[in-house]
């Protein structure tokens, strides 16, 4: 109970700063966010279009998602140096596995016939992506955006070890000072964040998937 205690002071004393961190961490995981999403939806389209390259290229995604979080961090240092670029770097090449793989089996499982139907309409490529492949798909895609973002969210909890901002900044000072309360304060606010996403994001899911149904 006294650590629960500190907690509260803590967010009672330190409001500011906790709302300073905590509108960081949305930024720098929003940022992440955006850019996986956008690379990971193109890469997994373009591989879905292009089977023969899906191989090789889920294979990269693969071992990019395998590297410890930390590692990969140290690892991009002596390039990019440390601070936010750093982190969102790290956080863009973790978010963009679940878009390809959802985006990819999400336009490679429909239905031919329906795409067949399409295409005897009249419809080119573009127009047979944009107006029949991705809605019917969307339920998939949307998926694999809910997972990158709790998987981003929490991720970026790590960042303040390369100098980047947001509420890692409090579960890193912590640890330093070593005050279990002011680290526990800030993964709370990081998994209260994810939580919200993932049941705003479950709830999208839902409707797409009875959409599409």
């Known amino acids: 109970m006294s650590v629960i205690k500190e907690i509260l002071t803590l967010y009672v004393e330190r409001a500011d700063w906790f709302a300073e961190l905590l ?6 995981a929003l940022t992440a966010i955006v850019l996986s999403g956008t690379i990971g939806l193109l890469v997994g389209v373009l591989i879905s279009e292009h ?13 990019l998602y395998t590297i410890p979080s930390i590692s990969l961090l ?59 492949k991705l809605p019917m798909a969307a339920g998939v895609i949307v ?31 912590g640890i330093t000072i070593y005050n279990p309360a002011m680290t526990a304060a800030g993964s709370i606010l990081i998994a209260l964040l994810a939580i919200i996403c993932d049941l705003a994001l479950g709830a999208l899911e839902q409707y797409e998937k009875k959409k599409g149904s």
């Not at 191989?55 to 071992?63: D, E, K, L, Y």
């Not at 909890?157 to 409090?170: D, K, N, P, R």
Request: include cysteine; glycine fraction near 14%; hydrophobic fraction near 50%.
């Open 143 to 173: 998926a694999g955006v809910r997972n990158m973002v709790v998987m981003t969210i929490s991720v970026a909890g790590i960042a303040s070890f390369v100098g980047a901002g947001g509420l890692g900044v409090a579960i890193y000072r």
């Open 51 to 63: 089977q023969r390259i899906a191989s090789p290229i889920m294979g990269v995604c693969n071992v």
């Open 23 to 28: 509108l960081g961490h949305i930024a720098l």
């Open 74 to 132: 140290g690892i991009l240092i002596p390039f990019t140096g440390i601070g936010n670029r750093t982190a969102v770097i790290a956080l863009v090449l973790y978010g963009i596995m679940p878009m390809v793989r959802n985006t990819y089996a999400g336009l490679t499982s429909l239905d031919p016939d329906i795409i067949e139907a399409a295409v005897g309409m009249g419809s080119t490529k573009l127009q047979t992506l944009l107006r029949v």
